[in-house]
């Protein structure tokens, strides 16, 4: 079982910037290729942001509301992913989760995600 801890949420203002962190318990790259953030507003569905292949090769996948102005990195030594927020909108504001998949090409797609972690805050407003 992998586990996974966000960190790196917060209140930010219109405009501002944050860095979110996912690291995991253990080593990722070969058991799981793909490591992704998904985020959820209040009554709404959970939906992809980012996603990012973790071995040779990296393969990078945003949503249209975030490209351009998020960007998704990782460190395997520090066995760590990364999600860059600038120009943040209020419409960003939900809860982020981390999420890993088995699968070797990075997906939106929820089901194709094993472990998760437990979600971070993300508010932006004035």
């Known amino acids: 079982q992998l586990q996974l801890v966000e960190s790196g949420g917060g209140l930010v203002q219109p405009g501002g910037s944050l860095r979110l962190s996912c690291a995991a318990a253990s080593d990722f790259t070969v058991d799981y290729p793909v490591m992704a953030w998904f985020r959820q507003a209040p009554g709404q569905e959970r939906a992809g942001v980012s996603a990012i292949s973790t071995s040779a090769g990296e393969t990078t996948l945003y949503a249209d509301s975030v490209k351009g102005r998020f960007t998704i990195s990782r460190d395997n030594a520090k066995r760590t992913v990364y999600l860059q927020m600038d120009s943040l909108k209020p419409e960003d504001t939900a809860v982020y989760y981390c999420?890993?998949?088995?699968?070797?090409?990075?997906?939106?797609?929820?089901?194709?995600?094993?472990?998760w972690g437990q979600g971070t805050q993300v508010t932006v407003s004035s």
């Open positions: 999420a890993a998949s088995t699968y070797r090409t990075p997906s939106m797609r929820i089901a194709r995600y094993d472990y």
